[in-house]
């Protein structure tokens, strides 16, 4: 039985073997035939592949000035349609191009007292420039008297609206800060055309304007901004918020947050009653809106008493956009007032006002020497080699806004006076600032400022011998369109009583260096 199980089966493999032979196996092709076959298939399949890929590429996508358009060309009219297409959409775009903030889409508040008036409108007229269709209202508490075609030279004068209704209980401060922190939504509601950009600030602060324009170019004027800086005092910012920005060093406000903030803020001011000024109520209904202070330097507040000489010699890195606190503290030029002073450095911001303020160093290296140019402002000779790391801190001229404090209640770093009588710098006011226009570039005289100096018994080049400093200096408008950095100086010639400098963008391998 066992035996007649396997004959079947062997019966059924080998029906099955004979099911499965190809007529290949049964009729062997010649070498020939077998190779042609193989050659036919390599063809077809190179073939293939190349159609898939040709096809692939004309189902890219083609970017072109933000336009995406997946092409799916089969014939040279379609590419050419198509190409005709994005060149008519890239056309569209660039002539709807957003033009760049000039001072037309600006429109600045300014908080006034009508008992400062007479004096502090001076301040304004320096850098209110109504021919260039500059716009903006002076908000007082009270009418003033105005004098014949004054109206040209300062912004229209309006007076705020009544706040009486308004809780304030802090005992420190003024109610006026109610009625100037209304005034973005007041300035708001005069519905003034075209408006990107409003620019708060107080009747003493002084704006340089064009540099006032590189940083709201920095920021689309469609979103939520909310640009300014911090007190340079430490304790200042305690008190009030490391997150507010001080509204006499100036701030500016994107419309449609303007336009957010006049919806809320007068309930937002009833929840604060508490609260000191004016712009830390802006800065608490901003908190609510969740939007964040931007942080930009060169606004500044200056909550500072004295000189202002180092802080001005030592300008960070940043375009100057303001200055305040002008009737606190000393006049920024000697042996002037403070609206002659500010006068005179008009002169030099007419001619480069981006590099107005900004700090240069370098080394007379015959006579060992550190040489520092604020540019437009003063020059500083230093015996000695002094590192840029150090020179380029503040030297405290100045007093903190709480008279006890010390130097540690500064917001940045700073460093002492020297007091070693052959370290003491010698400085070179700004005399004069012209444009050659023969070579494009300006020529600046800085005049050494005379004090005594005490006696220095070190056995080298004296820098009370050299009487001026010419800087020559080539205009650079686009200064702020690139990466941040100082620019370089050089010493071109240094004779017994003048010195010759040269100022510009750093060369690809130049360091301040000895």
């Known amino acids: 039985m066992f035996m007649k199980e396997r004959d079947s089966e062997k019966i059924i493999w080998h029906q099955m073997r004979i099911s499965s032979i190809t007529p290949f ?47 799916h060309s089969k014939s040279n009219s379609t590419i050419s349609s198509n190409a005709s297409i994005i060149d ?80 304030y209980n802090n005992k420190q401060g003024h109610r006026s800060a109610i009625r100037i922190s209304r005034i973005l939504a007041e300035t708001l509601r005069l519905r003034k055309e075209n408006v990107r950009w409003f620019v708060m600030g107080d009747d003493d602060t002084v704006f340089v304007t064009e540099n006032l324009l590189r940083i709201l170019n920095k920021y ?30 100036g701030f500016a406000i994107s419309y449609p947050l303007a336009k957010a903030i006049d919806k809320m803020q007068d309930r937002c001011i009833q929840r604060y009653p508490g609260l000191y000024g004016s712009d830390d109520r802006m800065q608490a209904c ?78 007379d290296k015959v006579n060992s020497w550190t040489i520092s140019v604020s540019w437009g402002f003063a020059v500083q000779i230093f015996r000695g080699v002094l590192s840029p790391r150090e020179i380029e801190m503040p030297s405290r001229t100045f007093l903190n806004w709480y008279r006890r404090a010390d130097y540690t209640a500064y917001a940045f770093n700073t460093r002492p006076v020297m007091r070693n009588p052959c370290q003491k710098s010698f400085v070179f006011y700004m005399s004069s600032a012209k444009m050659d226009s023969y070579n494009n570039q300006t020529v600046t005289q ?65 360091v301040s260096e000895v």
């Open 25 to 71: 196996s049964i009729f062997p092709l010649p070498k020939f035939m077998l190779g042609l076959i193989l050659f036919v298939l390599t063809i077809y399949v190179f073939t293939t592949q190349k159609y898939l890929s040709s096809s692939s590429c004309n189902d890219i996508f083609i970017t072109s000035s933000n336009i995406i358009l997946p092409i």
């Open 220 to 249: 689309d004027h469609n979103q939520y901004y909310y640009i300014g800086s911090l007190s340079e005092s430490h304790l200042q910012n305690i008190y009030f918020s490391y997150s507010m920005a001080y509204g006499g060093g």
């Open 286 to 363: 901003m908190a609510e809106l969740g939007v964040p202070l931007t942080k930009e330097l060169g606004f500044h507040q200056y909550d500072v008493y004295g000189n202002l000489f180092g802080l001005l010699a030592s300008h960070p890195i940043t375009p100057l956009v303001s200055l305040h606190h002008l009737d606190v503290v000393e006049p920024i030029f000697p042996n002037v007032t403070q609206l002659q002073a500010l006068q005179k450095l008009t002169v030099p911001m007419k001619l480069d006002s981006a590099g107005i303020m900004q700090q240069s160093i370098c080394y």
């Open 446 to 510: 800085y005049t050494r400022h005379r004090v005594p100096h005490p006696l220095c018994r070190w056995k080298m080049a004296n820098p009370a011998d050299v009487e001026r400093i010419q800087v020559y200096k080539k205009p650079d408008p686009q200064l702020w369109d690139r990466s941040p950095r100082r620019n370089c100086c050089r010493v071109l010639s240094s004779k017994k009583k003048s010195m010759v400098v040269d100022v510009g963008v750093c060369s690809e391998d130049e």
């Open 88 to 167: 008519q959409q890239t056309r569209i775009l660039q002539e709807k191009e957003v033009e760049q903030t000039n001072l037309e889409h600006v429109v600045f508040g300014i908080a006034a007292s009508s008992k400062l008036w007479n004096k502090r409108k001076e301040y304004i007229k320096l850098w209110w420039k109504p021919e260039k269709k500059m716009r903006g209202v002076v908000w007082l508490d009270n009418s003033v008297k105005t004098e014949k075609n004054e109206s040209k030279s300062l912004p229209e004068l309006r007076i705020s609206a009544n706040t009486s209704h308004f809780a």
